[in-house]
């Protein structure tokens, strides 16, 4: 375990481990297991790691709690998985159900790029401003109700135009016949911005 000087420290002593300076334990391990937050991978990285790493990393921590989550209650998800070099076929974790699919690091973190800071971001604004024009109404018809989970959980279920059924006629009117109105061009930047 490499680790600063802290209460992580403290408590991977009393659990029978030695843990050592990041710099050092990077220099003696052959595998890598970066396992921490995202907002600090860049300055550990380019400060203690790279000029003491061999080959091999693997990252673990940033992956969120649903992840997690299922992976402690044995309950598979599908996945991308890049074995960049020297595969050994022993991959364990999310390998064991509903598919994976392969990929490379740098298409991964395209997606991720792609989620968090163009589609996620987008339907963030949306409901930001739904509640500025709607106020009140719009937090009865999408948050306290859970529709938007309850769609999203059928689009994963069922994609995107099977799931309509589960809507009015008058819904399935409204959705497909406005979807094309918004500017593809627009959207198509800001996604292609973040691959």
């Known amino acids: 375990i490499g680790n600063i000087v802290d209460d992580h420290a403290t408590q991977a002593r009393e659990d029978g481990f030695n843990p050592l300076s990041i710099e050092e334990i990077v220099r003696q391990g052959d595998i890598l ?9 860049q300055t550990v990285w380019n400060g203690k790691i790279r000029t003491n790493i061999k080959i091999n990393i693997a990252r673990g921590y940033g992956c969120g709690v ?3 989550d299922r992976y402690v209650q044995n309950i598979p998800y599908p996945c991308f998985i890049s074995v960049e070099k020297d595969a050994s076929s022993t991959a364990i974790g999310a390998t064991r159900g509903d598919g994976t699919v392969g ?6 973190a395209g997606i991720d790029l792609f989620a968090e800071q163009a589609l996620w971001s987008e339907i963030m604004a949306i409901c930001r401003e739904d509640y500025h024009v709607l106020h009140e109404a719009i937090l009865f018809d999408t948050y306290l109700s859970k529709e938007p989970a309850e769609i999203f959980e059928n689009v994963a279920d069922e994609q995107f135009v099977k799931q309509l059924k589960y809507h009015s006629p008058t819904s399935h ?19 292609s911005m973040c691959s």
């Open 33 to 41: 297991m970066l396992l921490i937050s995202d907002a600090d991978q």
């Open 103 to 108: 990929s490379s690091c740098r298409e991964e």
């Open 173 to 191: 009117y409204g959705q497909l016949s406005t979807m094309n109105r918004h500017d593809r061009k627009n959207i198509h930047g800001k996604i």
């Open 66 to 68: 649903g992840i997690r």
